[in-house]
Structures are given as C-alpha cells and as structure tokens.
C-alpha cells in the first residue's frame, strides 16, 4: 500500500472534506481510518488535511505547485474505488 502514496514532488497539499456523522461519508471516513498513517508516514512534510462539515459530500482535493489544485469527488464510491482515486491523484501531477 505504501507505494500508492508515494506523493508526486510537486504535490503541495491534500485535503478531504467530508461529513462527520452521514452515511454518505462513511466509506472516506473508514478508508481516511486505515490510509491516514500510512500517508503520513511515507509523505511526512506534506499537509494532508480533513476537514469535515455537517452535510458535506465527501471530496478530495489536491493542490500542486503554482496553485494548481485537482478535485475528485468520493461520493457513492466504496473504501477500494476512493484508494485509487485518492492514489491517482497523488501521484498525478498538474
């Protein structure tokens, strides 16, 4: 899994917002449970930030150099489908 997020080097930023208590955040809260600490161990040095509001649909965004950003939607998708979008766009650059 470690490879997945090996964050490209001109990511700056990840951000997730999602709901704290729906349903429909439930599958990014439990994937955010199981990746964080593996994303944060192999990318010490860059901010993976969650953000979470009452009725939020659950998203992710990724911000690069020269304040590019890329955003995925993560909603209706299971805890496998949000590792690869998450996973593409990290390693993805602008």
């Known amino acids: 899994m ?3 997020y090996a964050f490209t080097k001109s990511l700056k930023e990840v951000r997730f917002l ?5 349903e429909h955040s439930a ?3 439990s994937f955010l449970t199981r990746a964080y600490p593996t994303m944060k161990k192999n990318n ?3 901010p ?3 953000r979470e509001a009452l009725d939020t649909q659950p998203r992710v ?11 995925e939607s993560l909603s209706g998708l299971n805890d ?6 998450v996973a593409s766009l990290v390693r993805s650059g602008v």
Do not use: D, H, N, V
């Open 2 to 4: 470690s490879g997945k």
């Open 18 to 22: 999602f709901c704290q208590t729906s």
């Open 27 to 29: 599958a990014t809260r």
């Open 44 to 46: 010490p040095y860059t």
């Open 48 to 50: 993976i930030m969650l």
């Open 61 to 71: 965004f990724a911000r690069y150099e020269l304040g590019k950003e890329k955003q």
């Open 80 to 85: 496998k489908q949000i590792e690869e979008k």
